[in-house]
Nanobody
Framework: QVQLVESGGGLVQPGGSLRLSCAASGFTFIFSSYAMSWYRQAPGKERELVAHSTIFGGTNYADSVKGRFTISRDNAKNTVYLQMNSLKPDDTAVYYC?????????WGQGTQVTVSS
């Protein structure tokens, strides 16, 4: 049973930082063979890709978070992270972890991030 468990969300003031974690378990194949991503969904909006980590070590980011967010992964710990700096109210959303291999997509349950003064 594949499980992705996000943590690290919360309430933060504009300009602040948060680090999200996504712990993976139950994968059929080794963690490093999965492309890992972070998505987010704000109220009334569609879910959008925030950051992506390829199996070859490459990363991609949404234009709205470039230079502020960093995705990283620790394959030994089966964990992917999202370091979020210089947070803005527009970053408020539920953040979801996503793992993909051979067209099979797995999602976590999400963690709420609220940026507000």
């Amino acid at each position: 049973q594949v499980q992705l468990v996000e943590s690290g969300g919360g309430l933060v003031q504009p300009g602040g930082s948060l680090r999200l974690s996504c712990a993976a378990s139950g994968f059929t194949f080794i963690f490093s063979s999965y492309a890992m991503s972070w998505y987010r969904q704000a109220p009334g909006k569609e879910r959008e890709l925030v950051a992506h980590s390829t199996i070859f070590g490459g990363t991609n980011y949404a234009d709205s978070v470039k230079g502020r967010f960093t995705i990283s992964r620790d394959n030994a710990k089966n964990t992917v992270y999202l370091q979020m700096n210089s947070l803005k109210p527009d970053d408020t959303a539920v953040y979801y972890c996503n793992a993909v291999r051979s067209g099979v997509v797995n999602w976590g349950q999400g963690t709420q991030v609220t940026v507000s003064s």
